[in-house]
């Protein structure tokens, strides 16, 4: 099923709105066109909702939000929610400032979504307004591991049945659920904790695997958690001595380049429950 | 001729102040380093004017404008045409929001420009008011080819006439043209297309191309479109197996700052009509 | 020393709240992230102070500036100043605009920083309203060069002791100074030039630095500095026939993700007046 969800994302091409931060936007818009997509960023109120209109999808990211864009992601939401096109949501940093958790709460509150995804805490300050947010990474105590899984995942399973969509959660393992089913992927290496952005790109990812399969949003959106943490594994292998954090970033995004629909299927690694 | 015109670049490393998107904005940077040119970025109203006032050229790129840097593209623009400065105009998605396209209007009516590069449905937009940009990518049917080539070249020839400068119209095939005369340009890869930016690039460095040598400013765009087409020839070779989007952005880079001016008189793939 | 100062902010893995231009961002979290450290970026007045709170360090960086993020800076560093946190100030552009240099007087008089980094025309430009800038680089005429090194040092010693934190300018020869003390530093390599952001990276650094070793601001400060020379000649000796200043890029930023505190005192080289 993977297969045919790449398949797919590369066939159709689908044109993504993104409103996103200015610290790992390039990567975003490369990691689009890596895996087939075509992104394009517009951010002012006046342009919004229109490019909106135009596009297929929206990836909303709320990472150096501002006051004017918050009012865009505002817009732009309503008019893609209006369409029936997909929206993905990426809480950067919920939890870590007031008018974060706040912006992430008023754009829950006036636009479906059909992905939200985020780290442990972001996605625990979204379910409960709580949770600790150190920096945009996930606070170590709040971590996905093999440990607290379980429970993590029926958690996760809860908040997408609130939130009416599928929720992916990312840490060192993955939890992608909607209210019913539960994905636990494995994919991934450690080392794409050091590339600014990783999440980012995810998210912009999931905004064309859903978009390009439209009615499969849990399977479109583990697939591509599935195919962003493979990339990382391809990346990481090809890692030589003198390589860092730079490198890498470029080898994850080289590897959505070239995977290919077969070793997506053959790589990834995840149950269902 | 070619050659002189990079050498130029190399010697006079002309200033270049850019008002551009921030999606692209540091692979811009890097490019004016790579082709010995020096950038300057500076969007906010109270210093742009001043900013084009010390360097010797600028370039206005409008993806991702909002309504606080349209006042300074404006400002920008009217100060260098002031100065004499060469000003060139990306005209980013033109076509694709009415902000876009009346922004594009707005600085084609108050600002003269020494250079207009856009793709093909960008430049209709400016042109006609009609076209559909698909993203910020040329629409297909849009697209350059060798079959439009002739029809192409006159159309671009003709609004170069109108607009008063050079028109650079980046495709499969590009064409460069004043009101007399057309490039007709073959380098390049259609890989290109899968690094974000490459336009932005392409923009930045006419930019540098023209400033260094006012005197010809066709030929200096025409120059400028070839080094890159060129470039992406070069890193194209370059490119390993395991390479992908992300590496083929670095390696056109590296090709700008590594061309001699031989290489670009050697390279240049172009007729004139 | 230096290799205790890099341990540090390996151990105690700083978080930076940066204000930054959007032209390097992205370089600066890599850069970060590579050194040990933990970035976030926010710019917004509603959640600055706030975001300063949650961190360790703030990284004040004046490039891209506008009339939003000026407001948003003051807060933040008040912020950080209350709560005796290390501020750093990266004076992009200063002398080039009236804009950037008022921002930087108002910076300079409503916040104590612990550091503040930049080249010789802009540290010029803050001691006495003169200098001139070329760009965002130092101005030829200004260089520091071994010839105007005695006395260049003398003007950053009185400088620091005038702004009350340590001061460094950076250039051919590096000089960090306290009102006591001056480090000369001659690592580095004249490539870095052609890298866009290197002197914004290098300022995040020091903020990380300067925040995993408070007790020692001057030897943190030029920690920082002999880190990113040194990296900067790693980066180097990897550079291939092909490479040019976009690889060059990612082999800094990589090299500081490999280098070892026993490389750091190894390879360290200055000189203590």
């Given at each position: 099923m993977f297969e045919k969800i790449l398949e797919n994302v590369r066939q159709k091409s689908p044109l993504i709105h993104c409103i996103t931060n200015y610290v790992t936007v390039n990567d975003c818009a490369n990691m689009l066109l890596a895996c087939g997509a075509s992104p394009i960023m517009a951010d002012d109120l006046e342009e919004a909702a229109e490019i909106t209109g135009i596009c297929q999808g929206l990836n909303i990211n709320i990472?150096?939000?501002n006051h004017n864009t918050i009012l865009s992601m505002l817009a732009a939401g309503k008019e893609a929610n209006r369409r029936g096109h997909p929206v993905v949501l990426?809480?950067?940093?919920?939890?870590?400032s007031r008018l974060r958790t706040e912006t992430a709460f008023r754009l829950m509150k006036e636009i479906r979504f059909k992905v939200i995804r985020g780290n442990i805490s972001e996605i625990k300050t979204l379910a409960s307004g709580s949770g600790t947010t150190r920096g945009v990474d996930a606070d170590v105590a709040d971590g996905v591991t093999e440990d607290t899984l379980k429970e993590t995942a029926t958690f996760v399973r809860k908040f997408a049945a609130q939130s009416g969509g599928v929720v992916a959660v990312t840490g060192a393992v993955d939890i992608v659920a909607d209210k019913e089913r539960v994905f636990c992927i494995r994919n991934g290496?450690?080392?794409?904790?050091?590339?600014?952005?990783t999440g980012c790109q995810l998210s912009a990812l999931t905004a064309a695997f859903v978009t390009a399969n439209p009615d499969t949003p849990l399977e479109a959106a583990a697939a591509a958690v599935c195919a962003m943490g493979l990339c990382g594994q391809t990346g990481q292998k090809r890692m030589?001595?003198?390589?860092g954090n730079a490198s890498y970033r470029n080898y994850i995004i080289d590897a959505m380049y070239r995977l290919t629909p077969e070793e997506l299927k053959e790589g990834a690694d995840y149950e269902v429950f």
């Open positions: 990472g150096t939000l990426d809480p950067v940093g919920a939890g870590a290496h450690p080392m794409m904790g050091a590339v600014t952005g030589g001595e003198r390589d």
